[in-house]
């Protein structure tokens, strides 16, 4: 009954290959996002999506394309990897509401370019 | 956009004292301040926040205060336990924006 879940929870290929992170989220939010953390533990937020539709997009390369087939997923989609994009990589969801909105995590996808 | 700054970077307590860690943020029309816990190796867990409306915040042996004027909050931890070790980070979103800004994180290493 994981709230938010993110597949694969780990993610080791070459340079140059292209790959995807899949995330679901089953509390009924209407908002979620895709965070890096870099290896000094910095949070970023990468993309937000409300309602199947971009809400904010950060100053991310155009390699990384995030695609929401529905409320409940949002997928992230990496091409031609760099040895640079090595981090972990969180999803998160939260409610729609007045101001800002508690943010669930999921565990996260350690990816690991060689 | 929102800057958030926080201190310090590493925290080392004994077990029982209590510890502060501090946030500024720059951005005044920021509303909402959420704390969360990481542990090693997990997921970054919510453990408390403060809206702009209220000054203090308490649960248990965790609080938080925030001073609008001087734009800062900070997270108070009384009563420290072996497994308050973690990184701790603050955040701030602004208005209607959903976009959490993170501080740096504190690293606090509680020590029996």
């Known amino acids: 009954d994981t709230a938010v879940s993110q597949t694969p929870k780990y993610l080791v290929t070459q340079m140059g290959n292209d790959k995807s992170i899949k995330c679901e989220q089953n509390?009924?939010?209407?908002?979620m996002y895709w965070y890096k953390q870099d290896s000094k533990k910095f949070l970023k937020i990468m993309f937000s999506?409300?309602?199947?539709?971009?809400?904010i997009n950060e100053t991310v390369p155009n390699r990384f394309s995030p695609k929401s087939p529905d409320k409940a997923h949002l997928n992230l989609h990496i091409n031609s990897l760099e040895l640079g994009d090595s981090a972990v990589y969180f999803c998160?969801?939260?409610?729609?509401?007045?101001?800002?909105?508690?943010?669930?995590f999921g565990d996260g996808t350690r990816l690991s370019i060689l | 956009g929102e800057n958030v700054e926080q201190h310090p970077s590493t925290l080392s307590v004994q077990e029982g004292d209590s510890a502060v860690i501090k946030c500024t943020y720059s951005?005044?029309?920021?509303?909402?301040f959420p704390w969360y816990k990481q542990e090693l190796g997990k997921r970054p867990q919510l453990i408390i926040d403060?809206?702009?409306?209220?000054g203090e915040k308490k649960d248990q042996r965790i609080a938080v205060t925030l001073n609008k004027t001087a734009k800062h909050f900070s997270l108070h931890i009384t009563e420290t336990q072996p497994e308050d070790s973690a990184v701790y980070f603050c955040?701030?979103?602004?208005?209607?924006?959903?976009?959490?800004?993170f501080g740096s994180g504190t690293q606090l290493t509680v020590l029996p």
């Open positions: 998160a969801s939260s409610p729609s509401g007045e101001g800002g909105q508690p943010q669930h």
């Open positions: 509390l009924g939010h209407d908002t």
């Open positions: 999506y409300n309602n199947k539709e971009l809400i």
């Open positions: 951005d005044s029309a920021s509303n909402y």
């Open positions: 403060i809206r702009s409306n209220v």
């Open positions: 955040a701030a979103v602004r208005g209607s924006a959903r976009q959490l800004t």
